[in-house]
């Protein structure tokens, strides 16, 4: 486990990983969108 010693280290590494969770989830509601206007083709 990583040790923190002062807020703007933990507030960076935070960031990092809301950045990180922001980009899974708009890639997962683009692949989703495809997938649901995918079967109108059809």
Do not use: N
């Not at 683009?30 to 059809?42: Q, S």
Request: charged share 15%.
């Amino acid at each position: 486990m990583h040790e923190f010693y002062v807020l703007q280290e933990f507030m960076l590494h935070t960031k990092g990983i809301v950045y990180i969770l922001m980009v899974a989830i708009l890639l997962g509601m683009v692949g989703f969108w495809h997938f649901l206007t995918g079967r109108e083709e059809d």
